[in-house]
């Protein structure tokens, strides 16, 4: 049984800093792009970065370049979102995903797996 199992949201004030957390199990992800998608109230859910489980390669939305980093550990079968310089707008509750595509890693389409979403929100 395919699991992803974020942790590391919370509360945090504009300017601040936190750390996502998630958590693979149940079976090989080297082929997959592994990802986070964000979705805020009233809003879709929305690409924010993402990274290929073999090569390393990342991809980023546009509004979080330069603030959002996000990296893997193979021997934990973890990936990390790095969350600097939040703003209110980051708001959202945050999705890990495992995406069978790696060559569109931004694309919900091809997102097999999700986990259960972490809260992030941003105060002013």
């Known amino acids: 049984q395919v699991q992803l199992v974020e942790s590391g949201g919370g509360l945090v004030q504009a300017g601040g800093s936190l750390r996502l957390s998630c958590v693979a199990s149940?079976?090989?992800?080297?082929?997959?792009?592994m990802g986070w998608f964000r979705q805020a109230p009233g809003k879709e859910r929305e690409f924010v970065a993402a990274i290929s489980w073999s090569r390393g390669n990342t991809y980023y939305a546009d509004s979080v370049k330069g603030r959002f980093t996000i990296s893997r550990d193979n021997a934990k079968n973890t990936v990390y979102l790095q969350m600097n310089s939040l703003k209110p707008e980051d708001t959202a509750v945050y999705y890990c995903?495992?995406?069978?595509?790696?060559?569109?890693?931004?694309?919900?389409?091809?997102?097999?797996?999700w986990g259960q979403g972490t809260q992030v929100t941003v105060s002013s």
């Open positions: 149940g079976r090989t992800f080297s082929n997959y792009a």
């Open positions: 995903a495992a995406n069978a595509n790696p060559a569109a890693p931004m694309s919900q389409t091809f997102v097999a797996h």
